[in-house]
T-cell receptor, first 110, second 116 residues
Framework: GNSVTQMEGPVTLSEEAFLTINCTYT??????LFWYVQYPGEGLQLLLK?????DKGSNKGFEATYRKETTSFHLEKGSVQVSDSAVYFC?????????FGKGTKLTVNP | GAVVSQHPSRVICKSGTSVKIECRSL??????MFWYRQFPKQSLMLMAT?????????EQGVEKDKFLINHASLTLSTLTVTSAHPEDSSFYIC????????????FGSGTQLSVL
């Protein structure tokens, strides 16, 4: 069945460090891919998305490229800030339902 | 952006009691709401899809008599965990869809249920 695998956390970085959170998926067909972010005490929010191969989603300095050949959608940011501390979820959806990864907790220290 | 309010954020109950969790869309009408459950270090797992005015559709392996879902209005869906047991302790989160399209999903902040 469809699944999403993302790197285990927690991830701890210093401010201005480079961030990569790996995400791979298995699916029948070509799902849309998403990154959601959950800040402390808040609900999940859509961070970015890509709907077809080679699409690049971007928002708030974060980027992820839909790679069909490697079935991946890795999240990257060139320079993280303390305010980026949150839990990040990779997800795929080929229909109404979303399949999520386990989430990766990111802590950015000043 | 659109806001989904989920209440309570945390609840502790005794084994055998029932617990109700509310999910409200505050500034939009949600014809469809989803209920997820997350165990520690596990993925968010879809439990059921709730459509306003009709019965919920449960995912395989989810007991519909144990997890009662009511979507009586376009802004409110409730999940009732009946006769709760310690193994029901988990993080429950709802989402509401505004119109059509997966990108118009908005999530509540979740409810941490602990059953003693």
């Amino acid at each position: 069945g469809n699944s999403v695998t993302q790197m285990e956390g927690p991830v701890t970085l210093s401010e201005e460090a480079f961030l990569t959170i790996n995400c791979t998926y298995t699916a029948t067909g070509y799902p849309s891919l998403f990154w959601y972010v959950q800040y402390p005490g808040e609900g999940l929010q859509l961070l970015l998305k890509a709907t077809k191969a080679d699409d690049k989603g971007s928002n708030k300095g974060f980027e992820a490229t839909y790679r069909k050949e490697t079935t991946s959608f890795h999240l990257e940011k060139g320079s993280v800030q303390v305010s980026d501390s949150a839990v990040y979820f990779c997800a795929q959806g080929g229909s109404e339902k979303l399949v999520f990864g386990k989430g990766t907790k990111l802590t950015v220290n000043p | 952006g659109a806001v989904v309010s989920q209440h309570p954020s945390r609840v502790i109950c005794k084994s055998g009691t029932s617990v109700k969790i509310e999910c409200r869309s505050l500034d939009f009408q949600a014809t469809t709401m989803f209920w997820y459950r997350q165990f520690p270090k596990q993925s968010l797992m879809l439990m059921a899809t709730s459509n306003e005015g009709s019965k919920a559709t449960y995912e395989q392996g989810v007991e519909k008599d144990k997890f009662l879902i009511n979507h009586a209005s376009l802004t409110l869906s409730t999940l009732t965990v009946t006769s709760a047991h310690p193994e029901d302790s988990s993080f429950y989160i709802c989402s509401a869809r505004e119109g059509t399209g997966r990108e118009k999903l908005f999530f509540g902040s979740g409810t941490q249920l602990s059953v003693l």
